[in-house]
């Protein structure tokens, strides 16, 4: 039986200048999360989320404590190594490639993962799982609402093979129904084997959690 992968978080502590004062924005987070497990951390705009998030997929420094993967700090593994190979993040933002189509995008991914076999197929076939069309898919993804670009930026999420999936209020801008479908992709992403860590303010999308749901509140993690 294959072991479990473990994110560990040690007393990570994190500071920004405002420009007249140093701000702690995480002020000593805890936390440990294991493979095969959903994960909801939930808190309020400006509790330290985005802050977070940005250390766990290595696109910002540690600059106090540590988050190790396997026992194995992010620092000795290498910042670029991590992000590249260890971590897949589903942005609130997108991010999304807004010169290609949906298809384009997620294609990109499964060439970058070395994915065999038709890269094309693949792509419709992910896109097809979060309820995006044919039609839609050969679409350029600024054509596309809101609520289709995030669909799309969570299949390119499940075209990586990465360990930990690390997703930004990834049904915002959802639908209910079409939010109850896509975390039913994430619970499949975490049966898998995958660590995925949901970050939300939406406490009915934490309840989907099946694992500890953490509670952030003042650069502090709480259960």
Avoid: W
Wanted: positive net charge.
């Amino acid at each position: 039986m294959k072991t479990k992968d473990t994110l560990t978080i040690e007393n990570l502590k994190h500071t920004y200048s405002d420009g007249q004062k140093e701000v702690q924005v995480l002020s000593g987070v805890n936390a440990t999360f294991e493979s095969g497990k959903l994960y909801a951390i939930v808190g309020e705009s400006g509790c330290g989320k985005t802050t977070l998030i940005s250390l766990i997929s290595a696109l910002d420094t540690v600059q106090q404590g540590s988050i190790k993967f396997n026992g194995q700090s992010i620092k000795k593994i290498g910042q670029d190594k991590f992000r590249l190979k260890y971590v897949n993040i589903v942005f609130q933002s997108y991010n999304l490639i807004r010169y290609m189509t949906a298809r384009e995008n997620v294609e990109v991914a499964l060439d970058f993962e070395n994915i065999l076999g038709n890269t094309k197929e693949n792509a419709y076939e992910l896109l097809n799982r979060v309820n995006i069309k044919h039609s839609e898919a050969d679409r350029l993804v600024q054509k596309l609402s809101g609520g289709q670009q995030q669909r799309v930026a969570i299949a390119r999420a499940m075209a990586g093979d990465t360990p930990i999936v690390v997703a930004d209020e990834p049904t915002g801008n959802l639908d209910e129904k079409t939010e109850i479908k896509i975390l039913e992709l994430f619970h499949q992403m975490a049966k898998d084997g995958k660590i995925v860590i949901l970050v939300t303010h939406s406490k009915q999308v934490a309840r989907h959690a099946d694992a500890t749901i953490l509670h952030m509140r003042d650069g502090k993690i709480s259960k």
